[in-house]
């Protein structure tokens, strides 16, 4: 019997990164979770390529949209789950047990606890306010992982071909059938230190105010990336 989970994983310039997502999969793999790891890259030019071939992952390759290329990850897999992560996530030990007990449940999607990859009273209350806003308003998002079941992925539209906000308007879709998993997804802190806890912080609040507004994706993307 093949293993149930393809693991999907969208990079663009993650030479940094990837190795320690893969690194952390290895648990999944042991367990018989893991059918395959797919990397679907948005057009890399640094070792993102090299990473992903060393470590026996099939590489998927398209045009830069995350929405997309998740899309396209999707489409190439052959397991029963999916379980999408971003490339500068990594999950604790433990987490294929909770993946295990989540998989009994193809009716919902399951997603993790949010933690960042650094301490302090910032990167507590940051978390803290992503794990509420997913608990309370069901609005997780990609760094905090996705694990779903193909029949419930497929009735669900699957991910949109959106450069930003694709897991949002996905989570959207599956109002009242998200749920957290008993597990811990470990993100870079990268962004926060470079750009300020509180400046990037807010950026991100006021990002998902204007996609409720109906601000197009593709202009969100552009003022994310300024």
């Not at 026996?56 to 390759?61: D, E, K, L, N």
């Amino acid at each position: 019997m093949r293993a149930p989970v393809s693991v999907i994983i969208p990079t663009l310039q993650a030479e940094a990164a990837l190795a320690g997502c893969l690194a952390a999969l290895m648990e999944g793999l042991e367990a018989g979770l893991i059918r395959e790891v797919i990397v679907s890259d948005g057009g890399s030019q640094d070792a993102t390529h090299r990473i992903a071939d060393g470590a026996g992952a099939i590489w998927c390759a398209g045009p830069p949209s995350r929405g997309g290329q998740i899309r396209r990850g999707c489409a190439a897999a052959g397991g029963d789950w999916f379980l999408i992560l971003h490339a500068d996530t990594r999950l604790a030990p433990g987490w294929s047990g909770a993946v295990a007990a989540a998989m009994t449940r193809p009716e919902t999607a399951g997603y993790f606890r949010l933690r960042f990859d650094e301490g302090g009273l910032a990167a507590w209350i940051v978390a803290g306010w992503a794990n509420l806003r997913a608990r309370v308003f069901g609005l997780p998002y990609g760094d905090q992982g996705l694990l779903i079941a193909r029949g419930l992925y497929e009735a669900a539209g699957g991910y949109p071909d959106m450069p930003l906000m694709e897991d949002v308007a996905l989570a959207r879709r599956l109002r009242g059938r998200l749920r957290a998993m008993d597990a811990v997804a470990i993100t870079s802190a990268e962004k926060y230190r470079k750009q300020g806890w509180l400046r990037r912080g807010a950026r991100n609040l006021w990002t998902l105010a204007r996609y409720f507004a109906g601000v197009a994706p593709e202009r969100l993307a552009a003022s994310y990336r300024r």
